[in-house]
């Protein structure tokens, strides 16, 4: 962190790190214990799947408000009303959870209120990561920039790992599996002080404007970058870019339904260890195992994006097409495994594929146009990647449940099509 920017010194840094960490790992560490609850609180399983779909149509909904707000409110304090959304659901959400598993409140009325308060977390948590960006681009020389930025945006994926990582530790004997909510939003209160005690809100160096981030899900890290706004930016373009544009409807069409198989991926998994391993009965040590799965995901994930893509410097083609392949080929061996071990070995392969596939097709779509174009293209990929998850993972989860394969073929199926149709449709300008 030291070396990662000379205009902010470590300490700053290191509450941007922290800002973005906690609302990617606290969002993951409740994905992987939210089936456990439901199980234990009799809640049908595509219910607590909403719950999640509920918090990230508002982080899609709300995410550009916040974005464009951090440039007129200040940086900080988009940061700290994000903090604040993020630790004021965890508190409530734990809160309420708590009550239910206890049996002080009926099990309707628990989800009910725990959907109200999740609120706080899809409508408030996305103020905080362009805030962040923005902060970082606007006090960065050109030259440190893209360092700096590529650090803080590590977190995000960072978080993804460390959340399911850590939960299982704070199913504690009193809170039980509302632990990790109670745990992070105390975790929330320490960055809340510290932003406040260590982050100035100084004037800004550059102006910059902060993307929109993905929702935090353990699908690993999205590619949240800022953008600094001078007077050498491109000029608009003349025509705007529309959804049917030649040029990237084949990668938003990829975008589409690659995203749905990852969403509904995502949204089976932790059903799914609780029925092929028998712990319905025993939902903590499920929440305990899925928390194990999903972060092995995550690592896998994090391998493609951060090891795989660079290393090999794939193609944005390339990365789509072995993406589709792999997770789909993960998909398959996750939905007939009947044992831990497979279940892994497969998730983790469909995680890499993924971790490929997203990168891919997001770099397709920005190099398919020019630069006066590439905010338009910005805000499209964006709003593919952030709609997948909103009615994707209820629907994977309702053809789970009325047989296994069903759902998981619908996966492979997405996977496949976008293998074989992609292989010729996914063309640049500059390849013909």
């Not at 896998?300 to 660079?310: D, F, K, N, V």
């Not at 020019?370 to 499209?380: K, L, N, T």
């Amino acid at each position: 962190m030291t070396t990662a920017s000379r205009s902010i010194p470590a300490d700053r840094m290191a509450v941007l790190f922290a800002v973005m960490l906690v609302a990617a790992a606290g969002n993951t560490a409740m994905q992987s214990i939210l089936p456990a609850i439901g199980t234990k609180l009799n809640i049908p399983d595509v219910w607590v799947s909403l719950a999640f779909s509920w918090s990230a149509l508002l982080w899609v909904a709300t995410a550009p408000h916040w974005a464009r707000q951090s440039d007129k409110r200040g940086r900080r304090a988009l940061m700290a009303l994000g903090v604040t959304g993020f630790m004021a659901s965890m508190a409530l959400c734990g809160v309420v959870l708590w009550a239910g598993l206890n049996g002080y409140i009926a099990a309707g009325a628990t989800f009910i209120a725990f959907a109200l308060f999740r609120s706080l977390y899809g409508g408030l948590g996305s103020a905080a990561p362009p805030a962040v960006q923005a902060y970082v681009a606007a006090r960065t020389d050109p030259e440190e920039r893209t360092q700096a930025l590529s650090l803080v945006s590590s977190s995000f994926g960072l978080g993804t790992v460390i959340g399911p990582a850590v939960a299982p530790f704070f199913i504690l004997p009193i809170v039980g599996l509302a632990g990790p909510m109670f745990a992070f939003a105390l975790i929330g209160l320490i960055v809340f002080v510290m932003l406040r005690w260590r982050l100035p809100n100084d004037t800004p160096r550059f102006a910059a404007r902060g993307a929109i981030a993905s929702y935090p899900l353990s699908a690993g890290p999205g590619e949240p970058t800022a953008e600094e706004e001078n007077s050498n930016a491109a000029p608009p373009s003349p025509e705007p870019l529309r959804w049917k544009d030649p040029r990237v409807r084949p990668w938003l069409a990829a975008g589409f339904f690659g995203g749905q198989a990852q969403a509904m991926m995502l949204g089976v998994i932790g059903f799914l260890i609780l029925d092929r391993l028998h712990l319905r009965q025993n939902p903590d040590e499920g929440a305990a195992i899925t928390g194990i799965v999903l972060m092995a995901g995550a690592f896998a994930t994090l391998l493609s994006q951060w090891g795989l893509i660079p290393l090999l410097k794939m193609s944005a083609r390339a990365a789509v097409l072995l993406g589709a392949a792999l997770g789909g080929t993960g998909i398959l061996l996750t939905g007939l495994s009947q044992d831990l071990h497979g279940i892994i070995i497969g998730f983790a392969l469909a995680s890499l594929g993924f971790g490929l596939f997203r990168p891919g097709f997001t770099a397709g779509a920005s190099l398919a146009v020019p630069r006066r174009d590439q905010g338009a293209v910005a805000g499209m990929t964006a709003s593919i990647n952030g709609s997948a998850y909103i009615v994707s993972p209820a629907i994977g989860v309702s053809l789970y449940n009325w047989h296994p394969m069903a759902g998981y073929g619908l996966m492979a199926a997405f996977c496949l099509w976008l293998l074989l149709w992609g292989w010729t449709a996914l063309r640049l300008p500059e390849q013909g």
